[in-house]
């Protein structure tokens, strides 16, 4: 069975439309909504909602790492427009979400999806061919494979409830608690990488990004033949071995375009 895999969508329906082609089903590891494109700013939620000028200006104080104080006061100013922001936010994921869920029910091969930190997955839409797999064991094609979507924030640190959107970070020991709640598995697919520096640390942004030591622990302790994940956009090794297990980064989808092919 030949199996592709896909993360960090972004929003790309076009390539996604072919991303299953020669397949025999689809896996999605999440981030399928694109809320701000830091490359185009005419490009995302931010910019239908607020404007390509405010999209800009937060994309910049992103990559210079601006006080998150200075962030918010931009988004709040900017989000005083509107008399509901979290209405109007609800509104226009929920649209994109139609168009990605469209294309995914309309690729003819079964899909299986997780959310990543970018999605609300409250918000998926039900579609024929389409599994929402998140917290589960899946056999396809004899093989058992765990699904766990999700961002786990670092231990201690509370997700934040604030403002019109709010991101699916988890606290650390609830995202933990649904991966020990995982039943056995051969392969493992989740939104973020295990805790391997060459794995989690980006070459763009320069920083290491979240990443699960419990994950890793699991992989260590029962050696799946896979671990298949996103998050990281530019990492600094796509792939990398813990013990038996090939620990791999199937790629950001929204600029690769390629699918990572998997053989059962």
Request: aromatic share 6%; charged share 20%.
């Amino acid at each position: 069975m030949r199996l592709h895999v896909v993360s960090d969508v972004h929003g790309n329906t076009r390539a996604l439309a072919r991303a299953a082609a020669g397949a025999d089903g689809l896996l999605v590891l999440g981030d399928l909504l694109e809320f701000v494109d830091y490359r185009d700013p005419d490009n995302g939620i931010i910019a239908r909602l607020l404007g390509s000028g405010i999209a800009a200006e937060f994309g910049r104080m992103r990559r210079i790492g601006a006080p998150r104080a200075q962030i918010q006061g931009l988004l709040e100013r900017s989000w005083s427009r509107f008399a509901d922001p979290a209405a109007a936010v609800v509104d226009a994921v929920t649209e994109q979400y139609a168009e990605i869920f469209a294309v995914l029910a309309g690729l003819g091969v079964p899909v299986w999806a997780i959310p990543g930190n970018v999605d609300v997955p409250r918000l998926w839409p039900d579609v024929d061919g389409v599994v929402h797999a998140d917290r589960q064991v899946i056999e396809i094609g004899g093989r058992r494979i765990g699904f766990l979507g999700g961002v786990p924030l670092p231990p201690g640190v509370a997700p934040r409830r604030g403002g019109p959107w709010q991101p699916y970070f988890l606290p650390h020991d609830e995202w933990t608690a649904r991966l020990d709640a995982l039943g056995p598995a051969d392969l493992l697919c989740t939104h973020v990488p295990p805790d391997v520096p060459v794995l989690t640390y980006d070459v763009v942004t320069r920083r290491a990004e979240i990443a699960s030591a419990p994950l890793t622990a699991r992989i260590r302790a029962e050696q799946p033949s896979h671990a298949l994940f996103g998050h990281v956009h530019q990492p600094l090794h796509r792939r990398a071995r813990i013990g038996r297990t090939d620990c791999v980064n199937v790629g950001h989808f929204r600029e690769l375009e390629q699918p990572c092919v998997l053989h059962l």
